[in-house]
């Protein structure tokens, strides 16, 4: 099912979220920028059914 969320790719997620930064996001979890853009590209971006949009500071998810 190519289709559906890996959900082990919501903590780079939520840790961008948190932090603001892909760098931010990568030295909390303890992995290199271009891993956390990867798993965040696959989350959003990879056919899993979701967009994210900002609305001003918010990041607010968006169904496509």
Known sequence: MEDAVNWND????LA????GT????AASLGAGVA????RIERLVGGGAGC???R???????VDR
């Open 55 to 61: 609305a001003g500071t918010d990041r607010i998810p």
């Open 10 to 13: 919501t903590p780079a997620f």
């Open 22 to 25: 892909l760098t931010g996001a």
């Open 35 to 38: 891993t956390v853009s990867r």
């Open 51 to 53: 967009a994210v949009v």
């Open 16 to 19: 961008v979220a948190r932090t």
